[in-house]
């Protein structure tokens, strides 16, 4: 089956600067990579995600990149926010089933 | 639209006691997931219905957990009898709008004492 590998498992920036978290997969099949942020308590909620058929794409402050021939994706968050601070899992989709990393978490200090 | 829905939000059992959770997916998605969440950890699938029928349950205990997905749309998740390493949130998604996002519940959070 697939694995996700995420890293780094916790993160901690000035707010205002950059996060990047990064994910690889083994399944060449998984077409599709969601973004999830949780916060404490709460549910996972999709923030953004990606298909297999393009290399990037953005939404106001969040940004996903996927490299196909490496099999990774990556999550960047400019100009961070304290409200950023959450644990966040990727995941990839071959076929029907999800695959999750195993979350970062990122803590935006003010 | 409404989102899953999910309950109890919060159980508290004895080990070697009964459970069982209750989900009701987004009208009209045909997919519907259970997943264990335990703490400082990713959802672990345990079981995905595609409509009334599983697609995989490959990582369910199946000597305590079982599930099933009436007619199609709601389905509920069962532990007998409990253990102490059951304690997590038992997270439901559900899938099968255009694009198959997958949308989570709110959860149930189950300790077992």
């Known amino acids: 089956g697939e694995n996700v590998e995420q890293h780094p498992s916790t993160l901690s920036v000035q707010e205002g600067d950059s996060a990047v978290i990064k994910c690889t997969y083994s399944?060449?099949?998984?077409?599709?990579f969601p973004w999830y942020k949780q916060e404490l308590g709460k549910r996972p909620q999709l923030i953004i995600d990606?298909?297999?058929?393009?290399g990037e794409k953005k939404d106001q402050r969040i940004a996903v990149t996927l490299n196909k021939t490496a099999k990774h994706f990556s999550l960047h968050i400019t100009e961070t926010q304290p409200e950023d601070s959450a644990v966040y899992f990727c995941?990839?989709?071959?076929?029907?089933?999800?695959?999750f990393g195993t979350g970062t978490s990122l803590t935006v200090i003010p | 639209e409404a989102g899953v829905a999910q309950s109890p939000r919060y159980k508290i059992i004895e080990k070697r006691q009964s459970v069982a959770f209750w989900c009701n997916p987004i009208?009209?998605?045909?997919?519907l997931y259970w997943y264990q969440q335990i703490l400082g950890q990713g959802p672990k699938l345990l079981i995905q219905?595609?409509?009334?029928?599983?697609?995989?349950d490959s990582q369910l205990p199946k000597d305590r957990f079982s599930a099933e997905r009436l007619k199609g749309v709601d389905s509920t998740l069962k532990i007998q009898p409990a253990k102490l390493e059951d304690s997590a949130v038992y997270l439901c998604?559900?899938?099968?709008?255009?694009?198959?996002?997958?949308?989570f519940g709110p959860g149930t959070r189950l300790t077992v004492l």
């Open positions: 998604a559900s899938s099968g709008g255009s694009y198959n996002e997958q949308f």
């Open positions: 009208s009209g998605h045909a997919t």
């Open positions: 990606i298909r297999s058929n393009v």
């Open positions: 219905f595609q409509n009334n029928g599983v697609v995989d």
């Open positions: 995941a990839a989709q071959p076929g029907n089933q999800f695959y």
């Open positions: 399944d060449s099949a998984s077409n599709y």
